[in-house]
């Protein structure tokens, strides 16, 4: 009697086609973490510019309402919360507390900012009914510097020596590493 050899048919994998499906699986995984991240650091980065923005034109329509920058203290430079930030805020929001002398006797509403709900998010936080600040995407509060000696020009934050000019106020974020002088500063100017 003879007997037929038939080759057994191939089932499943060899282990070397499946490392190279796992290794392209990952090359494809890390490309899109990649894509993802910044997406996420542009979405923060416009989140600061349009915070940073808004509150440079609230301040600039105060100043050409009033012909003044609201009084919050004697500093020249200050960060949006805390006690002098926080009152700005009310004070560019229509929210002064009553029984106050208004800064804002006309009530007109100068920032609609975007609410947050923390400080990562970027924008004015409320905590419960009382304004925390407003910040950057990054949970960093906003900086602002007035022009006090009314000559249209103010000291550059970020190069000593250098100034901004043709601004009243200047508002900024020191950007996503927080840290100053590297380049990745939100601006208003």
């Not at 440079?56 to 100043?63: R, T």
Request: net charge negative.
């Amino acid at each position: 009697m003879k007997t037929h050899f038939y080759p057994r048919s191939r089932s499943g994998f060899t282990l070397v086609e499946l490392l190279v499906v796992i290794s392209i699986i990952m090359v494809l995984a890390a490309m899109g973490f990649g894509a993802i991240a910044k997406v996420n650091q542009r979405k923060n980065e416009l989140v600061t510019k349009t915070c940073v923005t808004d509150l440079s034109m609230a301040l600039d329509q105060f100043y050409n309402t009033y012909s003044r920058f609201p009084s919050v203290g004697s500093a020249d430079e200050l960060t949006a919360e805390g006690q002098a930030g926080t009152e700005l805020l009310k004070i560019l929001l229509a929210k002064e507390d009553p029984g106050s002398e208004l800064q804002n006797p006309q009530q007109i509403v100068f920032l609609t900012p975007k609410i947050a709900s923390n400080k990562n998010q970027g924008g004015l936080v409320y905590s419960g009914n009382q304004i925390e600040g407003m910040y950057d995407a990054w949970g960093r509060p906003l900086h602002i510097k007035f022009d006090e000696d009314s000559d249209n020009e103010i000291p550059n934050p970020f190069r000593q020596g250098e100034v901004v000019r043709q601004k009243r106020v200047i508002v900024w974020s020191f950007g996503p590493d927080g840290k100053f002088g590297d380049n990745d500063e939100v601006k208003s100017w």
